[in-house]
């Protein structure tokens, strides 16, 4: 947040105008307003002045020191406004949170980011086997990748990108060439549980991407690449699924994720047709794993949501 953002942030929390604030500090309104807008900076001791007449501590319109414990608090305040940042308490220590929320500018890009640094930081962590020069060696791989970064990750999520096309146009004879386009949702729906009956392990999720609400199907990309060949068929059935859907005039986004430090492959939608598949396949999910869950009923409610997805895709371009 810059200087002028957070003086008018302070600024309209006192229910001030900027007349009013700037008759409090020896100023007209209209330095306010170019205080705000970033096009003049007040010198430190007028910066003091508005402080005082915001009635907050000056250390939240400085730039951050952080030697100063203080500043470093006013910091994790600022983050928690961006990002989401909490502490919650464990043990006798603390530990910081970033969640991933819609309210959130880029928490999910941060919180990725977080989990590489957590990886990165136990790959090179000095062991007490390790000799003298392989600790220095490590600590300057460590310092090196945190100077770089996001550089390294970007370079490696390309290099992922290369393994997954690989993967797609290796795995490709795997689909039978008899198989017909899907037309309708039900058909991807079938595709779906098609995956649990071949016990595929993936993740669903309903979540913002690009900052829409999105259906999105996450599949560890190291996983799929040495599963069975029958998981892998499943798999690429599913996929192709979303293929026919593109072809169609869907909109799909396809693209290696790293989920907690761990590179996927995820696929995503806004479709809302999709999100509500995707909503009622987690729904079914928790019926099935409830201790007082009863087969019959679980088979009558898919032949129901068979018939409901039986909709034509291209109404939904």
Same mark, same amino acid.
């Given at each position: 947040m810059t200087l002028g953002n957070k003086i008018r942030k302070y600024r309209t929390l006192k229910g001030l105008t900027q007349a009013q604030l700037g008759s409090m500090v020896k100023l007209t309104g209209d330095r306010i307003r170019q205080y705000e807008n970033d096009v003049r900076k007040p010198k430190d001791g007028k910066l003091m002045e508005i402080a005082e007449a915001l009635n907050i501590n000056p250390t939240a319109l400085f730039e951050p020191d952080y030697r100063n414990p203080n500043s470093v608090m006013h910091t994790l305040f600022e983050l928690e406004d961006i990002y989401g940042l909490r502490f919650e308490k464990a043990g006798e220590t603390y530990q910081l949170v970033f969640s991933k929320t819609d309210d959130c500018q880029n928490s999910d890009w941060l919180t990725e980011g977080i989990a590489a640094w957590t990886a990165k930081r136990k790959e090179l962590q000095p062991d007490i086997n390790d000799s003298a020069e392989a600790i220095t060696d490590k600590?300057? &791989?460590?310092?090196?990748?945190? !100077? *770089?970064?996001?550089? /390294?990750?970007? #370079? /490696? +999520?390309?290099?992922? %990108?290369?393994?997954?096309? /690989?993967?797609? &146009?290796?795995? +490709?004879?795997?689909?039978?060439?008899? *198989? &017909?386009?899907? =037309?309708?949702?039900? #058909?991807? %729906?079938?595709?779906?549980? !098609?995956? /649990?009956? #071949?016990?595929?392990?993936?993740? =669903?999720? +309903?979540s913002k991407v690009a900052g829409r609400r999105s259906a999105v199907f996450n599949i560890n990309l190291d996983y799929i690449m040495n599963a069975s060949v029958s998981v892998q068929k499943a798999y690429m059935c599913f996929r192709e699924c979303w293929q026919d859907m593109k072809k169609i005039g869907i909109e799909i986004i396809e693209n290696p994720l790293p989920v907690d430090g761990v590179m996927h492959i995820s696929m995503s939608t806004p479709c809302p047709q999709v999100i509500a598949l995707f909503e009622e396949y987690e729904k079914l999910q928790k019926e099935k794993a409830s201790p007082a869950f009863d087969e019959d009923a679980y088979r009558t409610e898919i032949e129901d949501m068979m018939r409901i997805f039986n909709v034509p895709i291209k109404e939904y371009v």
């Open positions: 600590k300057e &791989k460590y310092a090196l990748w945190k !100077a *770089r970064y996001p550089y /390294d990750l970007g #370079e /490696d +999520i390309q290099k992922q %990108f290369a393994l997954m096309d /690989d993967f797609h &146009k290796n795995a +490709i004879s795997l689909i039978s060439q008899n *198989r &017909k386009s899907i =037309t309708t949702f039900s #058909e991807l %729906f079938k595709s779906l549980l !098609a995956l /649990d009956a #071949e016990s595929v392990i993936f993740h =669903t999720a +309903i």
